[in-house]
């Protein structure tokens, strides 16, 4: 589960040489593909797609994370490193497979249901091997802790969501994170939003951005 890492990544790397990210959208649209299929969604306010050392950013967390293929990165506008981010990944097991959305939701929450996937997400050793990952991305040690949880699934999404603590020597940093996890066009997908700890209503916050999100992706003609 190597999404933990994805806001280490972007702490990590960023605090050394922030710079503004750059929307080069046209029409304040962002586009991404999933394998063959093609998807757009509204650009967010206050988010950009990175160009120039937010690119740099961009490369880093998708190369520390050896389960998904980064559909999309947005990175605030603003340069804050600590500022809310975005990310659409998919797992390298579905980049192919053609699902429904029903389909989709109702083998999530079988799966959230099982012990053996509530005890892994609480285990810590999804932290340690993604603090490893991590770790060996950008030659630094890193420290994670906190806990994702599986909370439940409406008609559009299953979501995930917690609040996670990164340390790199000096550096530190306690996270918001709600992840949306459904289909749009018959591709799996998932929806991640990152922000500052703001307790369980910034958790309740960032799960429903990521939801409002999933709603404006389109499949596109090609």
Same mark, same amino acid.
């Given at each position: 589960?190597?999404?933990?890492?994805?806001?280490?990544?972007?702490?990590?790397?960023?605090?050394?040489?922030?710079?503004?990210?750059?929307?080069?959208?046209?029409? #304040?649209? &962002?586009?991404?593909?999933? /394998? %063959? $299929?093609?998807?757009?969604?509204?650009?967010?306010? +206050?988010?950009?797609? *990175?160009?120039?050392?937010?690119?740099?950013?961009?490369?880093?967390?998708?190369?520390?994370?050896?389960?998904?293929?980064?559909?999309?990165?947005?990175?605030?506008?603003?340069?804050?490193?600590?500022?809310?981010?975005?990310?659409?990944?998919?797992?390298?097991?579905?980049?192919?497979?053609?699902?429904?959305?029903?389909?989709?939701?109702?083998?999530?929450?079988?799966?959230?249901?099982?012990?053996?996937?509530?005890?892994?997400?609480?285990?810590?050793?999804?932290? #340690?091997? &993604?603090?490893?990952?991590? /770790? %060996? $991305?950008?030659?630094?040690?890193?420290?994670?802790? +906190?806990?994702?949880? *599986?909370?439940?699934?409406?008609?559009?999404?299953?979501?995930?969501?917690?609040?996670?603590?990164?340390?790199?020597?000096?550096?530190?940093?306690?996270?918001?994170?709600?992840?949306?996890?459904?289909?749009?066009?018959?591709?799996?997908?998932?929806?991640?939003?990152?922000?500052?700890?703001?307790?369980?209503?910034?958790?309740?916050?960032?799960?429903?951005?990521?939801?409002?999100?999933?709603?404006?992706?389109?499949?596109?003609?090609?």
């Amino acid at each position: 589960m190597s999404i933990r890492i994805m806001w280490a990544a972007f702490v990590v790397v960023v605090s050394a040489a922030a710079t503004p990210a750059v929307a080069l959208s046209k029409a #304040g649209v &962002a586009t991404f593909h999933i /394998g %063959s $299929a093609g998807f757009e969604m509204p650009l967010p306010a +206050g988010y950009c797609l *990175p160009a120039g050392h937010s690119a740099d950013v961009a490369q880093v967390i998708a190369a520390g994370d050896k389960e998904n293929v980064t559909d999309l990165s947005l990175f605030s506008c603003s340069g804050d490193p600590f500022a809310n981010y975005i990310l659409i990944k998919t797992p390298i097991p579905a980049l192919t497979a053609d699902v429904t959305r029903e389909q989709a939701l109702a083998g999530i929450g079988k799966v959230f249901d099982t012990n053996e996937f509530q005890q892994l997400l609480s285990s810590g050793e999804l932290n #340690g091997r &993604a603090a490893k990952e991590l /770790g %060996s $991305a950008i030659g630094r040690e890193i420290d994670l802790s +906190g806990e994702l949880k *599986p909370l439940g699934k409406d008609a559009t999404c299953g979501y995930l969501g917690g609040i996670m603590q990164v340390k790199m020597e000096t550096t530190a940093a306690r996270v918001s994170l709600g992840a949306c996890l459904s289909v749009v066009g018959r591709r799996f997908m998932a929806v991640y939003v990152y922000g500052p700890d703001k307790g369980t209503a910034g958790v309740a916050a960032e799960l429903a951005e990521a939801r409002r999100l999933m709603e404006t992706i389109r499949p596109t003609a090609d």
